[in-house]
C-alpha cells in the first residue's frame, strides 16, 4: 500500500496540466486516499482467508472423490449454476461498487472546494444552499451504497439456497443408494457431513465477495490513472547545458484548449533577451495562454515557439521552466514557513541567497516583523498574509533562481498603496538584465516597456510602445482613455 501511494503520487506529478483542468481536486484525492483504503481492506481482511478457503475447498474436492467419486459428480452438477450465479452477481456487484467509488469522488470534491471557499459561502450567506447541495450529494452516495449492499443481501442467501439444493440431491441420490443396499448409512452421512464442510469455504468466500468487488472497482480507478500518459519530453529533446538567453519567438502558432475552439489564431512575435514586454487585451483575449504555452504546460496544434532559436519541444519540459520565473496574481503559497515558501525546500538554497533575494524583493521587512521572521508558520494557502505580502514572496522566490525569463501576471490591483510601491520597486529590480512579459491590466503601470501587443479574440492586432499606440487611436488608446476617464471618476 505505501509503495502503491508513493508511486500514485509520483505519477500525478508528471502528469499533464490539461489533466487537472479536467478532474477536479477531490476526484484525485480520492484515488490516493480511499480507493487505496479499499485495497488495503482486502489484504487485510480478505486475501488471507480467500487463500485458506481456497485450499480448504481443494482438500474436500480430493476427500468427496475419494469417499465416493459417484455422489461426489452428482454435487458438482450444482457447480455450474454457482458460477453463473456468481458471473451475474459479480457484474452487477461491480457495477454498483463502481458507481460508489464515483459517489465519494463527488463528495470529495465538493468537500474540498467548500471548505476552500468556506469564506465565500459565509460572506454571502449561502450555508443553507450549501447544506442542501451537500445532502443531495450524500443522499446520492447513500442510495448507489444501498443498491450495493442490496444486490449483495440477494447474492449471499442465493448460495446459500444452491447448499442447501446439493445436499436435497445428495440425499436423494444417495437415499435410493441406502434402501438399493449399495451404499452404507454411515457413508452417506459421512458424505453429507464432508458436503457441508465443502460449501462452508464458499459461504466464506461469499462473504469477502464483497469486499473482493469493493476492491477491484477501486483497483479499476487506481490503474486507469497509472494509465493515463506522463508528460513527457519529445523524443528528440536534449538537456539544457547552459543558461539560456531569453531570446522567444512565435511563429504562426495556433493554439487550442479543446479541439479546434482555438484560442490562440496564427500568432506571431519576437522578443529579444532583455526586451521588456507587455501583453494587454480584455479578459479571454489569449493573455495567459502565451504563458501556458512559454511554461511548455501545453502543446500547439501549429506553427512554432522558439526559445534562443531553438524549437522549445526540443528542450527538456524541466530545463525550460527552470529558466522562466513566473509571479502570478493569484499567488500559491504552502503550508509551512516563510523560509520554505520562498526556497520551495530547496536545500541547495543558501540562508544568505535566501535572505538576499527577499530583500531584493523588499520582502524582507514585513518578515522581520512577523514573530518567528523566516522561520514563522503561513498556515494553508498563506492565511496569515496578505495578499501584497504573498505577491512580495513569490518576488523573492522568483529572486532565488534568478531566471533568465520573467513572466508577471498584473500585481498591484488589489494592494494597498505603500505595498503597490514596494512592488513596483521589486518589479523594477526583477526585470532587470532579463527578458520581461507582463500581463497588464493597468495601463499605466507599462508606459516604460520597450514594446506592447494588443491581443483581441485570440490575434495580436496592435504592437508598439505606448506613444506610437495611443497615436494610432486604435483598441490600446480606447482602453487606455477607459481606463483613464474612470480613475478621472
Known amino acids: 500500500m505505501y509503495s502503491l501511494r508513493v508511486r500514485l503520487f509520483s505519477h500525478l506529478q508528471k502528469l499533464p496540466v490539461s489533466y487537472f483542468d479536467k478532474n477536479p481536486v477531490g476526484r484525485v484525492m480520492t484515488r490516493v486516499t480511499n480507493d487505496i483504503e479499499v485495497l488495503n481492506e482486502m489484504f487485510t481482511a480478505g486475501v488471507i482467508t480467500i487463500f485458506g478457503d481456497l485450499l480448504m475447498l481443494a482438500g474436500i474436492v480430493v476427500v468427496l472423490l475419494y469417499v465416493n467419486y459417484k455422489l461426489a459428480l452428482v454435487t458438482f452438477s450444482v457447480m455450474p449454476a454457482l458460477i453463473v450465479i456468481t458471473m451475474v ?15 465519494t469522488a ?31 450529494i450524500t443522499g446520492e452516495y447513500k442510495d ?36 438399493q443396499q449399495t451404499l452404507t448409512m454411515g457413508a452417506l452421512v459421512a458424505f453429507i457431513e464432508y458436503l457441508r464442510k465443502f460449501f462452508i469455504p464458499i459461504r466464506d468466500l461469499t462473504e469477502k465477495y464483497n469486499i473482493l468487488q469493493s476492491a477491484m472497482a477501486s483497483a479499476e480507478r487506481i490503474y486507469n490513472l497509472l494509465d493515463t ?5 519529445a523524443p528528440k529533446a536534449k538537456a539544457l547545458e547552459r543558461r539560456l538567453n531569453g531570446d522567444i519567438e512565435f511563429k504562426n502558432v495556433w493554439f ?29 483575449a489569449g493573455k495567459t495562454s502565451i504563458i501556458n504555452l512559454l511554461s511548455a504546460f501545453y502543446k500547439i496544434q501549429k506553427g512554432s515557439i522558439l526559445i534562443d532559436g531553438r524549437d522549445i519541444y526540443s528542450y527538456r519540459q524541466d530545463d525550460v521552466r527552470r529558466n522562466m520565473g513566473i509571479a502570478l496574481q493569484d499567488v500559491f503559497i504552502f503550508s509551512g514557513s516563510v523560509r520554505e515558501n520562498i526556497a520551495l525546500n530547496n536545500k541547495d538554497v543558501s540562508s544568505e541567497e535566501l535572505m538576499r533575494a527577499a530583500k531584493s524583493a523588499y520582502a524582507d521587512e514585513f518578515i522581520m516583523k512577523l514573530p518567528n521572521k523566516y522561520d514563522e508558520t503561513v498556515g494553508e494557502r498563506g492565511a496569515v498574509l496578505s495578499a501584497g505580502q504573498k505577491q512580495l514572496l513569490s518576488f523573492a522566490r522568483v ?14 490591483s488589489t494592494v494597498d498603496p505603500h505595498t503597490e510601491y514596494l512592488i513596483e520597486k521589486a518589479t523594477k529590480k526583477l526585470m532587470a538584465g532579463r527578458t520581461s512579459i507582463i500581463i497588464a491590466h493597468r495601463l499605466s503601470t507599462i508606459k516604460d516597456v520597450d514594446n506592447i501587443f494588443v491581443f483581441h479574440k485570440g490575434r495580436i492586432v496592435e504592437r508598439g510602445c505606448h506613444s506610437e499606440l495611443y497615436e494610432q487611436k486604435g483598441i490600446y488608446y480606447k482602453l487606455y482613455e477607459l481606463q483613464y476617464k474612470n480613475f478621472m471618476k
Not at 110 to 131: A, P, W, Y
Not at 149 to 176: K, N, R
Open 89 to 103: 452477481f459479480r457484474g452487477r456487484l461491480r457495477a454498483s461498487y463502481r458507481e460508489t467509488r464515483k459517489k
Open 106 to 136: 463527488k463528495l470529495n470534491s465538493f468537500l474540498q472546494e467548500n471548505i476552500t471557499g468556506m469564506k465565500i459561502v459565509q460572506l454571502f450567506s449561502r450555508e443553507n444552499d450549501k447544506h442542501g447541495d451537500f445532502k443531495q
Open 144 to 179: 448507489a451504497f444501498f443498491r450495493t449492499i442490496t444486490t449483495y443481501s440477494l447474492f449471499f442467501p442465493v448460495m446459500e439456497l444452491m447448499s442447501s439444493l446439493a445436499i436435497a440431491i445428495i440425499i436423494y441420490h444417495g437415499g435410493g443408494k441406502v434402501i
Open 229 to 233: 500518459p506522463e508528460e513527457g519530453d
Open 256 to 284: 487550442a484548449y479543446d479541439g479546434d475552439n482555438y484560442v490562440l489564431k496564427d500568432i506571431s512575435f519576437k522578443i529579444n533577451a532583455g526586451e521588456r514586454v507587455a501583453f494587454v487585451g480584455a479578459t479571454g
Open 399 to 412: 529572486l532565488v533562481y534568478d531566471p533568465p525569463v520573467l513572466i508577471l501576471d498584473e500585481a498591484t
